[in-house]
Nanobody, 126 residues
């Protein structure tokens, strides 16, 4: 089992950047594929980005392609989401999630991830 704690959210102006971090506790972090999801008020939780356990393969939803970068440091048990050129539409609670076996399977949905953090709020002002 793995416990996840997100950090790095906050208030930023449109066009700005934020870097989210997700620290994982537990063993064998590299055996988990990791994902970032977000949920805006009144909307379903949606996939943002995912990364394989080794970090060699990354996946992005269309909403973040070219603006967001997911990465991980297995030595630090941490996954990151660098978000650039932020828009008000990016405002949401961002969650990190873990999936055993290190492989991301399409379609990437919340139900394919087993462990979740508590979320961190990202607010982008216009």
């Amino acid at each position: 089992q793995v416990q996840l704690v997100e950090s790095g959210g906050g208030l930023v102006q449109a066009g700005g950047s934020l870097r989210l971090s997700c620290a994982a506790s537990g063993r064998a972090f590299s055996t988990y594929a990791m994902g970032w999801f977000r949920q805006a008020p009144g909307k379903d939780r949606e996939y943002v980005a995912a990364i394989s356990g080794s970090g060699t393969t990354t996946y992005y939803a269309d909403s973040g392609k070219g603006r967001f970068t997911i990465s991980r440091d297995n030595a630090k048990n941490t996954v990151y989401l660098q978000m650039n050129s932020l828009k008000p539409a990016d405002t949401a609670v961002y969650y990190c999630a873990a999936r055993p076996f290190g492989i991301v399977v399409a379609p990437i949905t919340p139900t394919s991830f087993n462990y979740w953090g508590q979320g961190t709020q990202v607010t982008v002002s216009s």
